[in-house]
T-cell receptor, first 115, second 115 residues
Framework: DGGITQSPKYLFRKEGQNVTLSCEQN?????MYWYRQDPGQGLRLIYY???????QKGDIAEGYSVSREKKESFPLTVTSAQKNPTAFYLC??????????????FGEGSWLTVV | KNQVEQSPQSLIILEGKNCTLQ??????????LRWYKQDTGRGPVSLTI?????NTKSNGRYTATLDADTKQSSLHITASQLSDSASYIC??????????????FGTGTQLKVEL
């Protein structure tokens, strides 16, 4: 099946620990994105990548890091510098950048909880 | 400030009834408007995308309208089903200075369809 696969679905992080969320797509899309969703708030952009080996900070990049070594993969690392990481994280992709008519496809999300 | 406001915040309707969700935005310059359906704990799924020149677009029992002059959009759901219970998110794309687009997400309308 074509689509976006996020793993793990549920993840628990201890204080001071880095964790990495996986995102893989087999849609042959150039652009990939990471969003964070908190209750009562709209999705907020963490990082995005429009092409392999290139990525840009979004609105809330502090405490996060990404890499884009392969077209189909865009992992997100939540570092210990992120003081409030508990949230629902969504990976997305689109054929090209966010332009008119480009559908953005989302993965099923990953829940991260600090314990 | 670019903003997207949705109303109502939540809505309960009986199965088989119709409903209309509202989206007002202050995003400028406007590029396109999208409606997504998000089941609890899952990733959003695209329903419609409309550009400036489109007034209405349908996807099955979902019909979206756009009035770019008043900066308002609505999502009409016909003959609701229990499976329509979800959060419906309005997303507006605006054009960045220097090129490219950026998405602004609403906080969603939580719809519950009951027997």
């Amino acid at each position: 099946d074509g689509g976006i696969t996020q793993s793990p679905k549920y993840l628990f992080r201890k204080e001071g620990q880095n964790v990495t969320l996986s995102c893989e797509q087999n849609l042959n899309h150039d652009a990939m994105y990471w969003y964070r969703q908190d209750p009562g708030q709209g999705l907020r952009l963490i990082y995005y990548s429009q092409i392999v080996n290139d990525f840009q900070k979004g609105d809330i990049a502090e405490g996060y890091s990404v890499s884009r070594e392969k077209k189909e993969s865009f992992p997100l690392t939540v570092t210990s510098a992120q003081k409030n990481p508990t949230a629902f994280y969504l990976c997305a992709s689109s054929l090209q950048g966010i332009a008119s008519g480009n559908t953005i496809y989302f993965g099923e999300g990953s829940w991260l909880t600090v314990v | 400030k670019n903003q997207v406001e949705q109303s109502p915040q939540s809505l309960i309707i009986l199965e088989g009834k119709n409903c209309t969700l509202q989206c007002n935005y202050t995003v400028s310059p406007f590029s396109n408007l999208r409606w997504y359906k998000q089941d609890t704990g899952r990733g959003p799924v695209s329903l419609t995308i409309m550009t400036f020149s489109e007034n209405t677009k349908s996807n099955g029992r979902y019909t979206a309208t756009l009035d770019a002059d008043t900066k308002q959009s609505s999502l009409h759901i016909t003959a609701s089903q229990l499976s329509d219970s979800a959060s419906y998110i309005c997303v507006v794309s605006f054009i960045l200075t220097g090129g490219g687009n950026k998405l602004t997400f609403g906080t969603g309308t939580q719809l519950k369809v009951e027997l």
